[in-house]
């Protein structure tokens, strides 16, 4: 069977940072033996909609597997990349109209009946992992099992079938066969922001407030073989000459031990990568931080998200503004560059939250003032998304209508402090500028 894998726009300019699909070339991977497979990533075409249509000609496709990385760009954007997520299904239903479209990935999950509804030109979804459910899928598209993660439409009707959450990370992970989709097509592309992600597992067992990843990923932590993440970086490094890669895991140093095995292995071998991840404020102490800077870590990225206490705890961190505070010293003291990212009137914002707030930034740069290790503040607030608590504060406190649609960029910034963004982004600034530059 021809099998075209497709990712979608997930960025709104050609000059953004692109991301490597390591989702549909895993998927790839894992079908590569039974079918005939090609990949085509739109966001690094110069023309995407010309070059998706010479694709489509030139390789007509039997399966369209289309994967929805973003939905949106976030940070505090209306841009909306569902426009042209909906061509795209389009165009595919009208160049290739017996085709078979799949629609997957990260976007679709979060909003699949949604979607579903939309475009009536998808005859299947997937949400949540599809490395068992889409091969099961292409052995029987017109009437297949009930497949975890599968979405159909039946009697008029669109079901939704529980995800699947349970991949064994250790012995059933398959490591994406970057053949598929040469790396070098990535490299240099991006300024900030590493193209390359590998993940080293699964699962978050947070609970904040507003994040969908326990709902995508689970709560159960899964981790992969130290040694087999290490083999991955090492392969990467030789064959296509990657550099710089990012640790996708939604917090990249829990479990304890997990992130330092890997590391120590990465200076056993003298693997000369760099890297960078989520790091969680918490789990850090001197010796680890030395073995991650020792290691090759680039930036220690924290979401600590809350600027004061009532913050992060109405955001259900369960952190102390003390961890970040500790956190910040020992990233300053290993000279590695660091960024931070806070979410802005929270529910529960007062006067003296955001005074709070503002000497909580304060402190930041004052700690990183001498090794000059700080990257940047990110200031951002809420993106509202359904099933999480703090969607549910908003419904409380009357912030959406019945017709508010989530699919389309909706955050959390009711008065009085809409505007309070602003107000600590020029705090941040005039401190980050004043840092570098010795004004006299």
């Known amino acids: 069977m021809k099998v075209l894998f497709i990712q979608a726009m997930s960025t709104e300019a050609a000059t953004s940072e692109m991301v490597y699909p390591i989702g549909i070339v895993t998927l790839a991977t ?22 998706l249509k010479e694709k489509l000609q030139s390789y007509p496709p039997e399966v369209i597997c289309v994967s929805l990385r973003n939905i949106d760009p ?28 799949i629609v997957g990935g990260t976007g679709f999950s979060l909003f699949p009946k949604r979607i579903m509804e939309e475009l009536p030109e998808i005859q299947y979804g997937i949400i949540g992992e599809g490395e068992n459910t889409l091969p099961q899928l292409l052995e029987n598209l017109e009437n297949p099992s009930h497949l975890k993660g599968l979405c159909f439409r039946k009697a008029g009707e669109i079901v939704i079938l529980n995800p699947s959450r349970e991949l064994d990370m250790e012995y059933d992970y398959i490591q994406p066969d970057r053949k ?23 699962g978050c067992p947070f609970h904040c407030s507003y994040c969908v990843y326990p709902n995508l990923q689970g709560r159960k ?20 000459g990657i550099e710089r890669v990012h640790f996708t895991d939604p917090v990249v140093n829990i479990p304890k031990g997990h992130l330092e095995r890997i590391c120590s292995l990465l200076i056993e071998r003298n693997v000369q990568v760099k890297w960078s991840g989520f790091f969680r404020e918490d789990y850090l102490d001197e010796k680890n931080m030395m073995l991650f800077r020792d290691s090759g870590c680039e930036c220690f990225s924290f979401s600590p998200d809350g600027l004061s206490q009532e913050a992060l705890d109405v955001l259900g961190k369960g952190l102390k503004i003390e961890d970040i505070i500790r956190a910040a010293k020992l990233s300053a003291s290993t000279g590695v560059l660091s960024v931070y990212h806070f979410m802005v009137n929270v529910p529960g ?41 703090i969607y549910e504060i908003a419904k409380k406190q009357g912030l959406l209508s019945p017709s508010t649609d989530l699919l389309y960029p909706v955050y959390y910034n009711p008065e009085p402090f809409s505007s309070i963004r ?11 500028i004043f840092m570098w530059q010795e004004l006299k």
């Open 30 to 51: 894992l079908l590569k033996e039974d079918h005939t497979i090609e990949i085509f990533d739109m966001n690094i075409q110069e023309d995407p909609f010309s070059q």
């Open 180 to 202: 598929l989709l040469n790396p070098e097509l990535y490299n240099s592309r991006n300024s900030y922001v590493q193209a390359m992600g590998v993940e080293t597992k699964r």
């Open 422 to 432: 602003h107000r600590l982004e020029t705090l941040h600034l005039c401190k980050n």
């Open 349 to 389: 914002e007062s006067e003296a939250t955001i005074k709070k707030g503002m000497e909580l930034i304060d402190e930041i740069y004052a700690i990183h003032q001498e090794t000059k290790s700080l990257g940047t503040v990110v200031l951002n607030n809420v993106r509202l998304y359904p099933d999480t608590p």
């Open 74 to 101: 976030l940070g505090n954007k209306m841009t909306s990349l569902m426009p042209p997520f909906v061509a795209t299904v389009k165009m595919i239903a009208a160049l290739v109209p017996k085709g078979k479209i």
């Open 221 to 240: 932590l899964r981790c992969r073989d130290p040694k087999q993440v290490v083999d991955e970086i090492e392969l990467l490094s030789k064959e296509y």
